[in-house]
C-alpha cells in the first residue's frame, strides 16, 4: 500500500489543521492505520491509531481532547482532526498502514509539516 499525506501548515497556537492520508490499493479495510509525528532532535513519536473498521481508536497522552483520528473506508483515507493546537505540537507528520494482524506499521507515507505558532 502506498500513502500520501497532506493537509499540513502554518496556524496559529489554538487553531485547527485536517491532516488527511489517501491509500492506494485495494485492501484498505484490511490495514490499521496510525500518525506519528517527528520534530527536529526528537525522535519519531506515535500520535494516534485506528482499527481496520474504525471501531477502535488510541491516543497519545499529549493529545488526548485535542486530536481525534478517523477514516472513510470508502474513500480509502485516514484523517487527523487537530485541534486547540500548541507550539509543542509543530512536526512532520507522518501516516502508517499496519495489516491488522500485525502490531508493527509496514507501510509509510511521506510527511506533511505542521507548524504552529505563538
Do not use: H
Not at 27 to 50: C, D, L, N
Not at 107 to 115: D, F, I, K, N, S
Amino acid at each position: 500500500v502506498q500513502l500520501q499525506a497532506s493537509g499540513g501548515g502554518l496556524v496559529q497556537a489554538g487553531g485547527s489543521l485536517r491532516l488527511s492520508c489517501v491509500a492506494s490499493g485495494r485492501a484498505f479495510s484490511t490495514y490499521g492505520m496510525g500518525w506519528f509525528r517527528q520534530s527536529p532532535g526528537k525522535e519519531r513519536e506515535f500520535v494516534a491509531g485506528i482499527s481496520s473498521s474504525g471501531g477502535d481508536t488510541n491516543y497519545a497522552d499529549s493529545v488526548k481532547g485535542r486530536f481525534t483520528i478517523s477514516r472513510e473506508n470508502a474513500k480509502k483515507t485516514v484523517y487527523l482532526q487537530m485541534n486547540s493546537l500548541k507550539n509543542e505540537d509543530t512536526a512532520d507528520y507522518y501516516c502508517a498502514a499496519r495489516l491488522a494482524s500485525r502490531r508493527q506499521y509496514d507501510y509509510w507515507g511521506q510527511g506533511t509539516l505542521v507548524t504552529v505558532s505563538s
